[in-house]
């Protein structure tokens, strides 16, 4: 709001006062206004005065207020003012996204890997809604190509999910390796990773997760069981 605005600072300071009386904030910016004649904001109310926008940090993961205080006010007049909290994102079953190695009938709108020997890189993952999410994935073979075969898990070894999981069936199955590198990830979120295995008969596979740390793990389930990272 530009009407009386004498103080529009965008730096930000620190707040070695502690000017809003909370230890946990620790930066300031100053917006001012002032009318000599005492008529402001001369306009009908509520009026906005500003509006701020907020870059959090790529490991926030909580939630943070913004509050509000005044240097000075008006003779007859107090200053009162409710904080802004702004919440990290929940992520919710929307941000599931699923791809695909058994070929065959798939999960509603789960991303298709196709072949067994051609490396290549799925672009624009969509989540299980169908929504475009910029998140591409490379996906490469070894030297020994490997084979689909059919394979129907137990209806019980299939987690509950909001948006069915029906169609985890086939599988691919290779006695080398795969890679599939995630690329365009926001640095410093969090992102969950679920390994699918299974097959008509007991069996197991070793996997290896690379981000920040690696972890590895051996999956392991019974005949026509459907495995998720080490549990069935």
């Known amino acids: 709001f530009t009407t009386g605005l004498i103080v529009a600072q965008g730096a930000p300071q620190d707040d070695t006062a502690d000017f809003d009386g909370d230890s946990a904030t620790d930066k300031f910016i100053v917006l001012s206004w002032a009318d000599l004649f005492g008529n402001w904001p001369n306009t009908g109310l509520p009026v906005t ?3 701020a926008n907020f870059t959090t940090a790529g490991d926030f993961a909580d939630s943070t207020d913004v509050n509000f205080s005044a240097s000075s006010t008006h003779v007859g007049y107090v200053f009162q003012s409710t904080s802004a909290t702004i919440d990290a994102p929940v992520f919710v079953g929307s941000d599931l996204i699923g791809i695909d190695f ?4 798939i ?8 072949s067994t020997t051609t490396d290549f890189t799925l672009t624009n993952l969509i989540d299980e809604f169908g929504n ?3 998140i591409n994935a490379a996906v490469n073979f070894d030297s020994s190509p490997g084979f689909y075969s059919g394979f129907t898990p137990n ?5 509950t999910h909001s948006q069915s999981l029906a169609g985890l069936e086939r599988v691919y199955t290779d006695s080398g390796n795969i890679e599939v590198t995630f690329r365009n990830l926001v640095p410093g979120r969090e992102y ?7 097959d008509v008969d007991a069996n197991s596979q070793r996997v290896i997760i690379t981000g920040d740390s690696e972890q590895t793990f051996t999956q392991t389930h019974g005949a026509n069981e459907l495995a998720i990272n080490q549990n069935v």
């Open 49 to 51: 005065l500003f509006t």
């Open 102 to 105: 058994g070929g065959g009938a």
């Open 107 to 114: 999960p509603n709108n789960w991303n298709t890997v196709n």
């Open 132 to 134: 475009g999410t910029g």
């Open 155 to 159: 209806a019980g070894t299939i987690p």
């Open 192 to 198: 969950e990773i679920f390994v699918f295995g299974g």
